[in-house]
Each structure stands twice: as C-alpha cells, then as structure tokens.
DNA sequence: CACCATACGGAGCTATGACTCCGCTTGCAA
DNA sequence: TTGCAAGCGGAGTCATAGCTCCGTATGGTG
C-alpha cells in the first residue's frame, strides 16, 4: 500500500498548486514574527493562527517544528552570507569585518528564537552550507594579512564571537548590552 | 481546616529530622550531578532515582523544579563570591580580576545546566544577595584606578562577559573554545 | 464542465514530564 | 516502650504541546 506523500513538497521539486505556496508563504511570514516575539517556546498553533492557516497545513509544509525553524534560521543565515559578500568588496578588511558583524548582529537583535539557536546549538552546518564560511574566513585572512586583526584570529572565533551576541541578547533584550559587547569584543581582536 | 506544610523546611527554621537532613543532602548531590549533564532538561525522576529517594521527598524539600534549581545556582554564586573576596585581597586588582574570571568559568565549564541559566536568564538578584556584584564593582573600580583596565568598563560588563562565556561552553562542550573566548574578551578589557 | 490529485482545517490522539496524594514508616521525646 | 508528628515512596493525575487523521474543498487539466 503506497500511502500518498505527507509533504507538501513533492519528490522532484515539481509545480505546487497555487494555494498551497500562497499558504507556504504566509506560514512563513507568521512563523518570523512569532517565533521573533516568543523565541523557541513558540508553539506552531499559534504560528497556524497568526498565518490564518490549519495546523494540519502547517505540518504538510514542514514536518516538524524543527524543520520550521531551521527554514527560518537557513533565511537569515542566507541573508547575512549576503552582507559578507558585500564586506569583502572593500578595500580595508578590518572594516569590513567589523560592518559585518555589527550588520548581523543589528538583524538579530530583535528576533529571541534565532538568538536562542545561535547560542544553544551548533550552527556550522548552515553557516558552511551557505557560504558564510567561506567569506568570513577570507574576510579574516585579508584582515590579518593587511595588519589591522591580531594574528591569532581563527575562523572558529567568529561564530564563537557571534554566540556569545546572542546570548547576551537573549539575556538582556530591549537592552544595548549587545553593542557594548561587540565593542569590547572587537577591541579584543584588533591588532595592538 | 488547617492543612499541614507540605515543605520540610519548617515555618521558623527549626530541627529538622535526622533522615530528612540526610537526604535533603543526597538529593542536592544528586541534582548537582544530573544537572550538570544533562542541562536544565533535566527531569527530576532522574534525580530522585539518583538519589535513592522517591519523587515526593525531593518535591518536599525543593516544592518546584525551579526551586531545586535556583539553589544550585545560589551554591555555585556563593562559592564564586569567595572566589572574588580572595581576588580583592591581592595588591594588583587587575590581575585579582583575570584570576577570578578564570576560576569562575573553570568552575563551570563542566557544568551545562549553570551555563544555560547563566545565559538565559537574569541571576543579578542572587549576584546582588550573595555579595558578589559588591566584590566584582570594587575589584573593577580599582583596577581602573590602577590604570589596568580600560576606564569605560561598567558593572555591567562582568556578567555580560560572564553569560558568553556560559553561551559558549554550552554551544562547544567538551572543547576549550570559552578559553579562547576569555583571553579575547579580557584583552578588550584590558587598558590600552 | 467534470474529475481527481493536491491541499486544507481542526478536532483529537499521544507522549512527556512536572507535580500530588495518601497509606505506610520512622525518628525522637516523654 | 509507646505515641505521634514528621517524613517517605511512588503510582497516579493533569496540563501541555507536538503531531495525525480524515472528511471536505479546490486548483488545474482534458
């Protein structure tokens, strides 16, 4: 008996009917604002409310509330993988570095879940998968190189760098805590 | 109808049964034990079973899991502030700080559930009770003084730099990231 | 238009884990 | 030794939240 697929996206990436990426849409749209508001503890009831959808809908989307989020998280990360892309296009590394981790940071700082993630469970994966890797790692080698980061710095610093924002968000949100954070944190990683 | 307590711990501070001391102390091993694995997903049947004891007698000692738990917290504050009053001792206020910072985080690293706490919610209260925030601003205010330490740092920016590091040994267990963590974020500190 | 595969809604089902209840046991004071 | 308040054990209750099921609706194709 060939039970018929519970997922709404099919074996080979076909059609989709037009209501169902309609609804996929605004699945995920509630989902940011939701799970941006009540962090992990988001319940996917009220992500189905908030997209005006059944939960049975939400669930042929995404399988599980796992699934939901980690299609949140590969957005974002997707998204700054982007603004490294534009750091490496200046001249000055050193800058670009710090733009980047303050462009990131600023895009987290008011979404509890990711920052949650970020600072709960390892996000190399992604990180790689998305060519954010790539980037910060060259953006760090012409940094060094140019003389302006301390010779010390290595790819893992950076994540552990970006972790350690989102906890302390996470601890003080509707706080500046994370920009004094950043500040010190990047001061630690000039070079003298 | 007056109903008898259902704590063990009496109105007034008083006896306390012999039996009842003795595994108030294996229950607290125990959740030291548990939750220092398996992090604040802990259950307390595990503990009870750890301890020997049935459910009921650890929910007579500590009413809510949370109970249990801020204990814990409040034990490991307490030997942290000692930490500190030592550290207030030495001449060189700003070594004594490095070293309390390094003692504190070794002290935690192998302990999950204090670092999720620690980077996920507030603990000023118990910072402020256990006379730890009292040590940490004078050691600050004299290492400024002495010209060690760069001279906006607050007291805020101790726990912060405190809850990273919790944020990073969770995220990298069993790995010596919170070291590299540190060494950056104190040379951030550091007077220039 | 008619047909049917694709998709939807939302009332449940279920697993999990915090907490309670109550009959039995035991420390200890008289 | 005896009485009983203080404690204990652990099966059972209850609330929560993730997930499923199936009858109904609908986009799109011939």
């Known amino acids: 008996m060939s039970t018929a697929p519970l997922s709404v996206v099919p074996v080979a990436g076909k059609p989709l009917r037009a209501d169902a990426r309609r609804n996929r849409e605004r699945i995920l749209k509630a989902a940011r604002a939701v799970f941006a508001d009540h962090g992990m503890h ?73 920052c949650e993630t970020l600072a709960s469970t390892d996000q190399s994966r992604v990180v790689e998968e998305v060519g954010l890797a790539r980037s910060t790692n060259e953006l760090v080698r012409r940094a060094i190189a140019q003389g302006r980061m301390r010779a010390d710095v290595t790819e893992d610093d950076v994540p552990m760098l970006m972790c350690g924002a989102g906890s302390v968000m996470r601890t003080n949100p509707a706080s500046d805590a994370w920009r004094r954070y950043l500040t010190l944190m990047l001061d630690g990683l000039r070079a003298s």
Chains 1, 2 share one sequence.
Request: hydrophobic letters at 45%.
């Open 42 to 114: 988001s319940q996917i009831d009220d992500v189905a409310r908030r997209a005006k959808v059944g939960v049975g809908t939400v669930y042929r989307h995404f399988p599980t509330k796992e699934a939901l989020v980690d299609a949140l998280v590969r957005e974002r990360f997707e998204e700054i993988a982007g603004y490294a892309r534009e750091a490496l296009e200046r001249a000055d590394a050193w800058e670009g570095f710090c733009e980047l981790i303050w462009r990131a940071a600023e895009r987290n700082a008011a979404d509890l879940a990711f």
